[in-house]
């Protein structure tokens, strides 16, 4: 069992749908997580991090957290073209290292 | 503010050469990362540097080696480069030692390795 796993993809959405991305973890012990964006050719960039349970929004993102459940999901309201790029899930454990899963592809379609 | 920069942005070596990554952190960060991205993969984590000591590392053997700088920038060396090196190298700072500090990442440097 790989320690962060994500939905398969590639995800296609229409635009001006809700995008839903999925990431589970192993590891119980960990602390915090963190979704990157990450565009073809370019380095990830940060979009949320959350580290309680429950919902974080930020504009037309909102993060889950359920650790009882270890998972974690972000939703990308009201998608746009722009939006189509790889999504990271990211965990981090007492000590400062990341563990990424392998990442989602959403497309948004025009 | 100065984001986290990496110099080069693209190598290219052969087989058994080394080579050396340089990164310098966002303003204000003290922390610095070091992670390896194959293509259609997450990246994995390389090892950390804080205080100029390697605080964490991951599962990557000893040709990979690295250093910080008093003013916390950092360099990766690798060594006896294999073919299966090549990929985007990416430099992440942050504030702190702590579980839960942000990490924001560089542009990276893509190696080649032919």
């Known amino acids: 069992q790989k320690e962060v796993e994500q939905n398969s993809g590639p995800l296609s959405v229409p635009e001006g749908a809700i995008a839903s991305l999925n990431c589970t973890y192993s590891?119980?012990?960990?602390?915090?997580f963190f979704w990157y964006r990450q565009y073809s050719g370019k380095s990830p960039e940060l979009i949320m991090f959350?580290?309680?349970?429950g919902d974080k929004e930020d504009g037309r993102f909102t993060a889950q957290l359920n650790k009882a459940s270890q998972y974690v999901s972000l939703l990308i309201r009201d998608s746009q073209p722009s939006d189509s790029a790889t999504y990271l899930c990211a965990v981090n454990r007492q000590g400062g290292k990341l563990i990424f899963g392998q990442g989602t592809e959403l497309s948004v379609k025009p | 503010d100065a984001g986290v920069t990496q110099s080069p942005t693209h190598l290219i070596k052969t087989r058994g050469q080394q080579v050396t990554l340089r990164c310098s952190p966002k303003?204000?960060?003290?922390?610095v990362s070091w992670y390896q991205q194959a293509l259609g993969q997450g990246p994995q984590f390389i090892f950390q540097?804080?205080?100029?000591?390697?605080?964490q590392r991951g599962n990557f053997p000893d040709r990979f080696s690295g250093h910080q700088f008093p003013n916390y920038s950092s360099e990766l060396n690798v060594n006896a480069l294999l073919l299966g090196d090549s990929a985007l190298y990416l430099c992440a700072s942050s504030s702190g030692q702590g579980a839960g500090e942000t990490q924001y990442f560089g542009p990276g440097t893509r190696l080649l390795v032919l």
């Open positions: 590891d119980r012990g960990s602390q915090s």
């Open positions: 959350i580290y309680s349970n």
């Open positions: 540097y804080y205080e100029e000591e390697e605080r």
């Open positions: 303003s204000g960060h003290d922390t």
